[in-house]
């Protein structure tokens, strides 16, 4: 069962549902989006695997990527107007030494211009359309997370 999915069967009371270890969390995720259902469904897809640090738009980002020392950061792309913002913080982020080797997912609307989507994708490690699957989503993130980049 995936961590988002729950179990309709009836579940036991009692203490044999304390009797399970409690597991650590698998590593931070930094996500910044402006969009609040693009936040969401992020977070009812990877919050109970991964610790979420959200920022809704790209100020302090490059302080809170120093602070927090993320596994993996999802951008939002967000609409044409503002693609440049989200590749802007890319390149930030590859340009500060120590910061070259985080994943980089970006999230958003498929752009109809083709060769700045080409480019997008050339230099991020992965990109998602919305609307993604939370499947999606999951199974993106955690290799990125697991290739250690």
């Not at 995936?2 to 931070?28: N, T």
């Not at 995720?29 to 936040?39: E, H, Y």
Request: net charge neutral; aromatic share 8%; glycine share 8%.
């Amino acid at each position: 069962m995936l961590p988002w999915e729950h179990d309709d069967r009836k579940r036991r009371r009692g203490p044999a549902l304390s009797d399970k270890p409690h597991r650590a969390r698998q590593g931070l995720v930094l996500v910044i989006a402006g969009d609040p259902r693009t936040q969401d469904s992020i977070r009812l897809t990877l919050q109970k695997e991964y610790e979420l640090v959200s920022l809704t738009d790209g100020r302090g980002f490059i302080e809170a990527v120093e602070a927090y020392n993320p596994d993996l950061i999802i951008l939002e792309s967000g609409p044409p107007e503002r693609l440049s913002d989200g590749y802007q913080m890319y390149r930030q982020l590859r340009a500060r030494s120590g910061l070259q080797d985080i994943p980089v997912l970006f999230v958003g609307a498929m752009c109809a211009d083709a060769a700045f989507m080409r480019s997008l994708v050339t230099h991020g490690d992965a990109y998602l359309t919305e609307p993604f699957s939370q499947r999606s989503l999951w199974d993106v993130a955690t290799r990125l997370i697991a290739s250690g980049f």
